[in-house]
């Protein structure tokens, strides 16, 4: 089945405690992405990756880092997390060639830093 | 870069009803304009989607219309069913750049039987 993995689905942690959130497709996707959710204020891209070894930032990209080691994979870490990055964490996919690129959304990973 | 504003922010219609969103968008390059469908507690989900050499897409009760000239786009359903209450997001990006898509805020859309 193809699908967006993503790993925890909740996360309790304290205050600079480091953690990743896993990402993983199965879908040979180039293009993958990381968004935030907070109400009121919709889906805010974090960073983003076109291929293995290319990630950039996106609009929210302070106090994050991702990697893309492998095209499969594209694992969130934060470093030293901080209360306001309390939020609903999506992995997304797709394929980046014109009219392939509907985007996939993993289940998603609840952050609570307290 | 892209901006995309999206209203109303909440949306209450009766049963049977049509529901309009409409979405504006900044970066006259943007070429490719989903819709995405949240359901409480879940991912959101591709509904429908239209590039910018067409003008109107049609989904059974879903269509989607775009207005090049004044960066527009809007999302109609008609005929509403309860099963249509969801948080609906648009976005913009251009496929000839970094396909990154940027959304809107949301319209939280409820349909009241």
């Known amino acids: 089945e193809a699908q967006v993995t993503q790993n925890p689905r909740y996360l309790i942690t304290v205050t600079g405690k480091k953690l990743t959130v896993t990402c993983s497709q199965n879908?040979?996707?180039?293009?993958m992405s990381w968004y935030r959710q907070d109400p009121g204020l919709g889906l805010r891209q974090i960073y983003y990756?076109?291929?293995?070894?290319?990630?950039d930032k996106g609009d929210v990209p302070e106090g994050y880092k991702v990697s893309r080691k492998e095209k499969r994979n594209f694992p969130l870490i934060l470093e030293s997390p901080s209360p306001n990055q309390t939020s609903l964490y999506f992995c997304?996919?797709?394929?980046?060639?014109?009219?392939?690129?509907?985007?996939?959304f993993g289940q998603g990973t609840r952050l609570t830093v307290v | 870069g892209e901006n995309v504003e999206q209203h109303p922010s909440t949306l209450s219609v009766q049963e049977g009803d049509s529901a309009v969103i409409k979405c504006t968008y900044s970066?006259?390059?943007?070429?490719?304009f989903p819709w995405y469908k949240q359901e409480l507690g879940k991912r959101p989900q591709l509904i429908i989607d239209?590039?910018?050499?067409?003008g109107e897409k049609k989904d059974q009760r879903i269509a989607v219309t775009l207005n090049k000239t004044a960066k527009h786009f809007s999302l109609h359903i008609t005929e509403t069913q309860p099963e249509d209450s969801a948080v609906y997001f648009c976005?913009?990006?251009?496929?000839?750049?970094?396909?990154?898509?940027?959304f809107g805020k949301g319209t939280k859309l409820s349909v009241i039987p």
């Open positions: 879908m040979n996707h180039e293009y």
């Open positions: 239209i590039r910018s050499n067409v």
């Open positions: 990756s076109m291929n293995v070894e290319v990630t």
């Open positions: 976005a913009a990006s251009s496929e000839a750049g970094s396909y990154q898509l940027t």
């Open positions: 997304a996919s797709s394929f980046s060639a014109q009219g392939r690129n509907e985007a996939f």
């Open positions: 970066d006259s390059a943007s070429n490719y």
